[in-house]
């Protein structure tokens, strides 16, 4: 690591590849990474491969996106949010929502500028904003109910502070920000003039009673917020890498910029299936949402009769839970403990966290898997943990 800038040194493990490999090595479920087992539509693999047969996205394609995928963004903006986007100006296309957060902080994060997170955090916020030189502020979400503590928010804001990077959502916690969270976010951004960068993922993954509210249909919100949108998690094709942001064209001309000297282009004729995902009926994302809240139900269910306390989720791919339940201190240890004595791998939150109060005793599970497999999983762990 002598050659790594000192910076990115801390970032030089990925804990999901990390737990990936373990779960291999060891044979065992893999409920860590979050990734669907089973494919999307067939529609967009049919898609995909008439682009690549007809010589549709072969070559570079246009290098801010393919104009119609930049409208399928805009029209699917309007269809779920009432927003008005410009295809032309207000809309990039980027190597999934992954490489436009990176681009986002590039652009607007410049040496010793602060960007507040929310902690625990998805580990790419914090390594993009060693990428731009910035400083991580982090605000906890906090345990045992994981809702972003808003007062340790506006105390965290300094003249420094350039953005605020929020996600729902919500990966790991599973919480969705609520109406009255996202309004007072939306006043303490309008009032220090900040930018947000809101990470939506998730959008579609929301579950019955906790609507996903993007906050840029706040009043004053628009102006200010670049929407991060992924191709990968609205259509279970996580290795397509097709993500996009959304927002006024000022905040995207700068993204632009930055986001075309990373990947320049990528997936053009996955760029095509996209786009014809995104022009699905609404009967499309609510079967999604339905199914995901099932497997949600299944595997929140199979863990509390393994013993363990759960953090109720409320959207995303994942459910936490608390290991003091089962008698351990460190989830760190028991996801170890997991993998070898039960063949079940998890994340442990704490490696997504600065402070270890906040994820110390937390794992993550996901459950974007198959019934089956959930079930075993978790009759894997009542069996070891009995
Ligand atoms: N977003 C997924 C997760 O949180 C995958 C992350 C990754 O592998 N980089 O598990």
Redesign the pocket.
Known sequence: MDRLVPRMRQHAA?I??EM?VLATQMGAINL????PDTDGPQILKDAAIAAIVDGRGNQYPPVHGLPLLREAVSTHQQRFYALSIDPDTDVVIGTGA?EIIAAALLAFVDTDDEVIIFEPW???YDAGISLARGRRVAVPLLPPTFRPDVDALRAAVTPRTKVLLINSPH??TGTVFTIEELQTIADIAIEHNLIVISDEAYEHLWYTGHPHIPISTLPGMFERTVTIGSGGKCFSF?GWKVGWASGPRELIAAVRVVRQHLSFVSGGPLQWAIAAGLDLPNSYFADFRADLESKRDILTSGLREVGLEVVPSQGT??VMTDVRSLGFDDGMQFCREAAERARVVA?PVAALCADPQIGRTYVRW?FCKQPSVLREATAQLATAFA
Not at 32 to 35: E, I, V, Y
């Open positions: 990925s999901f590849g990936s860590g990474q979050g990734f992954s998805f580990d790419v990966n790991p996580t791919y994942f994340i996901a």
